[in-house]
């Protein structure tokens, strides 16, 4: 029989929850048009702080409930969304929908990162789908074309600036040259960082993205504690007015390789020229650079944080889980569930470096300093020398080096940390050139 409707649950109402119940009611006849028949908001798990938010109070008072089991009990829900966030209670709410056979949309980045693998697999248990393109990039189609339109090639390498907050901070000290805190402060009165912006600033949302990207990208189950994470705390002006001497740009990169024999996962501060298409990537935006040996370069670029992009993503999920529905149509998600290649250590990585040193302005200092690096086969491309401090008679030398293996600077690193000579390791940065 013909579904006269679909109906709909969403778990959370607050900043992408309530946006996506607008878009349901500000756009119920062009998404029924979509679909066939209309999407109907059936039930919305909310929190007791949600009443009090504007879309709450446009909305019948009689779809909210604060019971997780009176909304898994509402009757006729096809599709459940996920819009609350976090580890917890958003995968046992996911599981419960899931083992009940009923679609799945979610927004959440940590449970699919975390938990992607069995959450496919009971959906796949159970004849049902679980879409997730909000998880990564908002707004930007990033999931879809990975799981259909890239297929047909061997990804080699993913460069992405996947965090809106970090991008934003980033601009921010590069073009104002305010410091680190104003430039949170307002990264969340605009609403881009989390609710614990240390999942931002060190680099944390970014490594659960990137494991969702290079899972689907290399058909590899890429966990999140695979990554090796590093976040944009350490950087201070200085470093951004060398990195403009030197011609570069500093981004949060997620950067994800494949070869042959294993695959590269990171996220860490680098140095890219500033003449490079991701340096040109400012504030909330985001943007990923997929290499693949059949289409080449493809870049996909976009807002990739905030209510209206990712209700945009959150949205489209929602409409092709209620096709599914009325086709019938059960699981098509595909991931690397199978530990695949081997993570390479991150001691192993080769690139070039950033080094800024704090040192004795004497006689003999650059000699000892480049006799270390020497030592461990770091050969030095450029050295600047600025003296900062004529009494302490101190200065403070930039060195760009060509590429080196990361085991061995980290070897020099310790070195120059026990020469009496070198008052400070101020910043190191590895750069993609
Ligand atoms: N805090 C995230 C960001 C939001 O800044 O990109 C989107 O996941």
Redesign the pocket.
């Known amino acids: 029989m013909k579904k006269q409707s679909i109906g709909i649950g969403l778990m959370g109402l607050g900043v992408i929850g309530g946006q996506v119940a607008k878009v349901l009611i500000d756009k119920a006849d062009a998404l029924a048009e979509q679909v066939g028949c209309p999407l109907v908001l059936r039930k919305v798990k909310v929190l007791p702080q949600d009443l009090t938010r504007p879309q709450a109070q446009a909305m019948d008072s009689q779809l909210f409930t604060t019971d997780a089991d009176e909304f898994f009990a509402t009757p006729e829900i096809d599709v459940f969304v996920e819009a609350i966030g976090g580890e917890s209670p958003a995968l046992e709410y996911l599981t419960r929908a899931l083992s009940d056979s009923k679609h799945v949309v979610t927004a959440n ?1 940590e449970v699919i990162a975390k938990h992607g693998v069995e959450l496919l697999t009971l959906a796949q248990q159970h004849g049902v789908g679980l879409h997730y393109e909000a998880a990564v990039g ?1 707004g930007i189609p990033l999931i879809s074309p990975f799981q259909r339109d890239l297929l047909a090639n061997k990804i080699s390498g993913i460069y992405a600036i996947i ?3 970090t991008n934003f901070i980033l601009t921010r000290m590069a073009r104002d040259g305010v410091d680190f805190p104003s430039a949170l402060n307002r990264a969340q009165e605009l609403g ?3 609710a614990n912006p240390r999942d ?1 600033i060190e680099g944390i ?1 970014a490594a659960y993205k990137l494991a969702i990207l290079a899972s689907l990208a290399f058909h590899s189950q890429v966990r999140p504690e695979d990554i090796y994470c590093e976040g944009i705390s350490r950087l201070g002006s200085r470093d951004f007015q060398y990195a403009r001497e030197l011609g570069f740009a500093i981004k949060l990169l997620a950067i994800a390789k494949q070869s042959d024999e294993s695959i590269e996962v990171r996220v860490h501060p680098v140095f890219i020229p500033e003449d490079s298409l991701l340096a040109k990537v400012d504030g909330v935006y985001n943007a990923v650079l997929v290499e693949g040996d059949l289409v080449g370069k493809v870049l996909f670029f976009g807002e ?2 905030g209510a209206l992009p990712t209700s945009s993503a959150v949205i489209a999920d929602i409409v092709a889980a209620a096709q599914d529905v009325i086709l019938g149509i059960g699981s098509r998600a595909k991931w690397g569930a199978q530990p695949g290649k081997d993570i390479k250590p991150m001691s192993e990585i080769e690139t070039r470096y950033y080094l800024r040193l704090n040192v004795a302005d004497r006689p003999g200092v650059l000699a000892q300093i480049s006799k270390v690096l020497g030592d461990h086969q770091i050969s030095i491309s450029s050295v600047i020398q600025k003296l900062v401090d004529s009494v302490a008679q101190t200065a403070e030398i930039v060195i760009m080096t060509h590429p080196a293996q990361e085991k061995a600077m980290q070897q020099a690193l310790d070195e120059l940390t026990h020469l009496t000579a070198v008052k400070e390791i101020s910043n190191f940065v590895r750069v993609e050139a």
């Open positions: 980045k908002g965090n809106g907050t881009y960082a989390e931002d949302d990739g944080a």
